[in-house]
């Protein structure tokens, strides 16, 4: 019974301690890599346009068709909808 | 006429017991209140729905395979499972004991015994293996939630983190209330089971499962059911509070716009975050860690079909299994007790002294602040019950100030809670696993 | 050299037995009828395709590591096989014998000590554990297709339930037609084989692979085929069945628009089923559960991303894994077999047992109400093979009347008969399983 | 073999029973419940609109952008494909 | 006060080894290289991320529960673990040994006697288990594959199969380079780990996956890493080896249009294969099955959305489970080996190898075919690395001529690569497997 | 040691003859598969509308509101992206 609130009591001191003492050291660490990223990387968008443009490959075999499928199929749809 | 007979004693109504009628009730009351009253019914119309199908008479659609045996009691698979178990006694009652209580060598060679026996897992048995047991399903949850969460506005203020962490002292607090209730008699909570009850306040509820199946899995169901429960009666339960603990000038205070958040600091947050866990506290690194990776696929650009994927398909398909698993645990012996009461009530605390403590954690921080610049109203919302809580926020910022949007102030504090909880729950399972 | 011989030794053209042959040809024959005939392609291109590469020679993706241990009939391996389900005699055939028979723990003992000598479980085996021998995929397509299904004009005009029951007529007519064959020592069907056939007539493929796998798995490949095939080939079973026993005049009944069903019914529908399964007939509470807790989900409302993606996405997944399982049973042992010839002749006699019964009790239900208000037509689709059968009563209503629509009157005793299917499948398995 | 006959037997008409007293109770269920619906609840939707809205939250974290981004994926769609 | 001491040495701080350090980097490096350059991210983020969380000191996420069991070294738990496996000395080292050259029964006995002590599986480990030792995830992606592979450029010529087969020699000669490394004394590897390597040259993730986890599963994180960085690097390794064996006029050749194939060729193709397979090579039968059962559902056009899933919503899940169970293998001890370095280099060279083969192959057919009709630039797409490597032959048909468009052509011997790889993958399984 | 050669010179021997056994096959199989296919079928597409029209039934129930349904929704949206 003592055991219990004993455990009880610390799990609260620590527990409580620890998460204040992570989320501490958390504010820290994101506002230091916020500061780096404003300070070193100015630009806001470095080549958007390159990433795009790689994204579909997927390991063996073309996903590349992927998006422009999505289009296809949409635009049939519309097509449908609006040939009613 | 044999056979007629057989049909008839094997049915359900000649077989029900009071105890699975009551939960049958409380399975239905749980699809009202997720259809009707949109208590996050996500998860609540699986459960509840699981919930009737496991007390379902006769079908043991939530026992395991040993479990079945023993509820169909030949003597000769009774005997078996005795000599398996290693126990003298054949008698139902000892052999479940002792199958509960037995080693993973032991319960396996029991499971191929009722195997043998021609017994075998029932499906929701089986869900509950593969998706609670295993551990897997909440922490997919987490990483679909990972891959849902935008950042941004706590990037733009970090220390709105301090917000999170004081919501946590509802979960420290509730497990000294479990604490205190048997210390006076009047439950029997072990240690393990209060951390359990304590992470309801985490108002997360992945979180609470992942937690309970690992610390108390004899609680789940009322564990999970209290958790999502409470998470739809946030907008009930915070205001009251809220309003008690700030003045009418508090509540007007308005925050200055977040400035922008850089995409790179977007996707470098869940890389800072899981470094930090990976140093400080390996135990939360599995929930963590897929929350980490679901936002890292959210917010790098380059895999977008896999980041829709791990927000839409999977996660769905998850949320079903997890939810009928839950369910699987709403069966009469172990919901229909006393301590279940004690879930419920200790729950609601939680979720109260998590709600002030945001509260006062933010007057302190507006206090030193200057004054002006924190609405204490956005405290509440380091619960987490993303995005409930920092509606709530806003609902009452707005009361008071028809011009005063806190909506994206208060979801800093909101997504800093679901990571305070779940370093939270890693401390749990660290000291008491 | 020694490698040359090897891989000619070790090709499937030196190895293939006449058995593997012809089971290939007829995995391409099931693919034709599903690309180019379109016999429900969703299911038949994967059995088809499941079935050729089950049949591949010496690849052994449909055996278990033991099968394929015993295949390559190394000695001592042979020998520790024997040594492990005790028996004396070394013989392949033998250990094949103690190993189908063996209880789960001389099972479980026998695959590891398969694997202890290098062997393990064919790709397609593993599918068929994880998908069909836990039972979990027929009931989770059962789920999806509750979600798919509207009890709209069920609950408009619930009494074209007799019409779904009337229809499992053919069930068990068939059942006494495979213990006639059994009886006149034509085939050798045991009751749990005879019960398994049975179900053909229900219509349904995910009921009668559930059933079958639970009864008699030996019979599942020829089974799931002659189910999928017969529910393809309704439109051309169906009508001459209904012309048979119908009048010209009855043909051209019209039936009255069916009434508006409010939201709140369709919610409560498979809610008050599920309880009606729970208090009758718990045996069939997977089956049937799976199947309301879909259609819950789809009509509540408040979880269309949970039914839209038991629709879709999981579904379609279950779809492929529970196919190649299924292809996976076409192995020439089991297939080309006497018995397969017999189930095939059955399953047709079952359908059109079904038909007649539906067709007949729709007159009778008819004559009762004076005469003028029920087409019989609309009795056939009682069977279900959802929604092929509705189509066929709507084109012979059509034929016999241009301006006769009955596919929404015929959607009722449809999905009637997968309820009675169900029902029967519980049946079956209550008493013989 | 008599056995098997009567068992067949036995299973054809206990089954087939079943069945109709299985169906036909689901028949008076079924209209008991339209009959209290139709009369309870006459207005035939409840509020739709508030069911509606509070549909998207999931568990932690917010699935309610997923609606908004469909509409946004597709405009952007149905954009491209006018913009040809 | 003890408490705080546990979570001190507990800390991942506290514990670190200088390997994980130095593998979080690497796992940080992965990613860096996947979302700011691009490289094959959709397997390259999870599997860096993974590589991370592996290495998280004290989680244990990527070991079984018997080697936790060991890691935390209780020397209860180390005596029973001894004595399940049979061996004297409770050393971990010694009982890790053990462990890992256990066979199956003894390692199942060993998983269940590490749980009976309440340790487990990790997160990691687990997904490893599911995904890739079942050698399931490969087989699907293959199938995923297949449903999004036009082979209609090869059908169109199908000569170009001859292109993919030269390049297949990479792979070959790779195996040889292995074997003169250990001969010479500088590297240690069997037979087994040089076919596995030698795969890396095979330019196909999914393949190399499959074999490595049947012949060396040891290497399993160098060589994937190794096969998709070298993937990403074909547009920078593939060019100057293409320039150098190939003339100006060569490069200037302009091809003739492909002929229209038509949708029958299409489907009728997958089943070609799939029967050669079954005739001639069934150890490839899983990979090339697999791969034939995603085009049929792509090309039979009557189950779509069977395709559609295997495309999107399962390739995804699957990806998603094979990148984390890859990471899963970064751990220092097996990663940071001077086998390693051997391995990139040996992949390099086979990526060379292979691209010269193709393109001397086309030189060849291009002279036999008169020497205008074939550019020899389509050669280095038989490597396959799909669709990277047919992209870079058309870039340098276009430096070359800006109006030669060798896109089209080129996908022919890329898809053919794909064909060759998995064909060289099964006769390396038949033979050391 | 000696093994390990003989070893990988034999698989280098073997594997990469049986690679070109195996595609040149596949190239005779595929061109008489084509040249069979040119020659009994010179219809490019066998009543495809057919084949659409029977694509719906899957198993039990019917899949065949999924299309509908795309079209609905996606008309929705569209409407809505019209009607800002
Ligand atoms: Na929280
Ligand atoms: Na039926
Ligand atoms: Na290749």
């Known amino acids: ?84 | 006429m044999e056979k007629l007979l057989t049909l008839l004693t094997a049915s359900g109504i000649y077989n029900i017991s009071a105890g699975q009628f009551f939960m049958i009730l409380i399975g239905l009351g749980l699809l009202f209140l997720a259809i009707r009253k949109n208590f996050e019914p996500l998860l609540l119309v699986p459960i509840g729905f699981g919930g009737i199908m496991a007390n379902i008479p006769e079908a043991g659609l939530a026992y395991s395979a040993v479990e079945n045996a023993v509820h169909f009691a030949k003597p000769e698979v009774l005997q078996s499972l005795a000599s398996v178990l290693n126990i003298g006694s054949s008698d139902p009652h000892d052999i479940l004991h002792a199958y509960h209580g037995s080693n993973a060598t032991v319960h396996a060679a029991a499971s191929l015994a009722a195997q043998d026996a021609g017994y075998s897992n029932g499906m929701l048995y089986n869900f509950y293996l593969v998706a609670i047991a295993s551990g897997v399903a909440p922490l997919l949850i987490f990483m679909g939630v990972g891959a849902m969460t935008d950042f941004g506005p706590l990037l733009a203020n970090p220390k709105t983190l301090f917000l999170g962490a004081a919501a946590q002292f509802g979960i420290f607090a509730t497990v000294l209330g479990a604490v205190a209730l048997t210390m006076l008699g009047l439950m029997d909570f072990s240690i393990q089971d209060a951390a359990a009850i304590g992470i309801i306040g985490g108002a997360d509820g992945p979180t609470a499962i992942y937690v309970t199946s690992l610390l108390a899995p004899q609680l789940l169901g009322a564990i999970a059911v209290a958790a999502y429960s409470y998470m739809a009666l946030v907008p009930l339960i915070q205001p009251p509070i809220m309003r008690a603990l700030t003045t009418e000038a508090e509540r007007k205070i308005k925050m200055s716009q977040l400035r922008h958040v850089s995409k790179t600091e977007k996707v470098l947050f869940p890389i800072v975050l899981l470094i930090l866990v990976a140093l400080l506290l390996p135990d939360a690194a599995p929930l963590l860690g897929m929350f980490c990776f679901g936002n890292l696929m959210r917010e790098c650009g380059v895999v977008d079909r896999l980041s829709d994927t791990a927000q839409n398909a999977l996660i769905n398909i998850v949320t079903i299994f997890l939810g009928l698993s839950v369910g699987s645990k709403l069966s009469a012996d172990k919901f229909l007790d006393f301590q279940t009461l004690g879930i419920l009530l200790l729950g609601i605390v939680a979720f109260g002294i998590g709600t002030a403590c945001g509260v006062l954690m933010a007057k302190v921080m507006n206090k030193m602040a200057g004054g002006d610049s924190i609405n204490p109203l956005i405290g509440s919302a380091g619960v987490s019950a993303v995005p409930m809580a920092a509606r709530v926020s806003n609902k009452l910022g707005l009361e008071a100030n028809a011009q005063n949007f806190l909506l994206m102030h208060a979801m800093g504090p909101n997504v800093a809670g679901v990571i305070g909880s779940a370093v939270a729950a890693g401390v749990m399972i660290k000291f008491v696993g």
Chains 1, 4, 6 share one sequence.
């Not at chain 1, 230091?32 to 075999?61: C, D, F, H, I």
């Open chain 1, 1 to 84: 019974m003592e055991n219990l609130l004993s455990e009880g009591v610390s799990l609260m001191v620590f527990g409580m301690g620890f998460v204040f003492v992570f989320l501490t050291l958390l504010v820290f660490a994101t506002s230091l890599m916020s500061k780096l990223v404003v300070k070193y990387q100015p630009a806001p968008e470095p080549k958007p346009s390159a990433r795009k443009a790689a994204k579909p490959s997927a390991g063996t075999g073309s996903a590349a068709a992927t998006n422009d499928e999505l289009v296809a199929v949409i635009s049939a749809a519309v097509h449908k909808y609006r040939s009613r």
